[in-house]
T-cell receptor
Framework: AQRVTQPEKLLSVFKGAPVELKCNYS??????LFWYVQYSRQRLQLLLR??SRESIKGFTADLNKGETSFHLKKPFAQEEDSAMYYC??????????????FGKGTKLSVIP | NAGVTQTPKFRILKIGQSMTLQCTQD?????MYWYRQDPGMGLKLIYY???????DKGEVPNGYNVSRSTTEDFPLRLELAAPSQTSVYFC??????????????FGDGTRLSIL
């Protein structure tokens, strides 16, 4: 069975410091991985996906199949980055519905 | 576009009562999903639908039912509410084409308490 692990429930960093939110996964197939973010009083929304290889709001994430990791990184944290971050893995199912398996989330708090 | 709309936002039920959580999307997405999120936990899939008239169980379906009579609507029903169903419920949708890398679009959630 697939599993997504985010080892840190809470991560506090100072403004301007580097940020790394960890995500490890277990999956027997070829994974599709995402980072979702939920800002205060907003709905859960996509931050980035590994297949796009893009940088969104200064965040990047690289899929490391050897270490089965998809850590989210940003070189300089901003106060507006404070939010709840969820790593998620997409897998195919019998009906091709591509269900998501979520980690428990990491709350990022950026200290001014 | 409103995206995914969930109603109600909050609800308190007594044990044994029933209710329906509403979810509608205006993006013409084929795939829709219901998740629950317990405190300190990730989202867990309850049910999903790949199109009108087609539904299937997710990871935690017990105690719930769904229907999908139209592309837009995907209601979740609790028949006999139990305290273990106290949670935040999220509805989501995605187009269903383009492969497994298509992101899901989420509603604001419904916070449900069973007392």
């Amino acid at each position: 069975a697939q599993r997504v692990t985010q080892p840190e429930k809470l991560l506090s960093v100072f403004k301007g410091a580097p940020v790394e939110l960890k995500c490890n996964y277990s999956y027997s197939g070829s994974p599709e991985l995402f980072w979702y973010v939920q800002y205060s009083r907003q709905r859960l929304q996509l931050l980035l996906r590994h297949i796009s290889r893009e940088s969104i709001k200064g965040f990047t994430a690289d899929l490391n199949k050897g270490e089965t990791s998809f850590h989210l990184k940003k070189p300089f944290a901003q106060e507006e980055d404070s939010a709840m971050y969820y790593c998620a893995l997409s897998r195919g199912s019998g009906a091709g519905s591509y269900q998501l398996t979520f980690g428990k989330g990491t709350k990022l708090s950026v200290i001014p | 576009n409103a995206g995914v709309t969930q109603t109600p936002k909050f609800r308190i039920l007594k044990i044994g009562q029933s209710m329906t959580l509403q979810c509608t999307q205006d993006m013409n997405h084929n795939y829709m999903y219901w998740y629950r999120q317990d405190p300190g936990m990730g989202l867990k899939l309850i049910y999903y639908s790949v199109g009108a008239g087609i539904t299937d169980k997710g990871e935690v379906p017990n105690g719930y039912n769904v229907s999908r009579s139209t592309t837009e609507d995907f209601p979740l029903r609790l028949e006999l509410a139990a305290p273990s169903q106290t949670s935040v419920y999220f509805c989501a949708s995605n187009p269903g084409w383009g492969g497994s890398n298509q992101p899901q679009h989420f509603g604001d959630g419904t916070r449900l308490s069973i007392l």
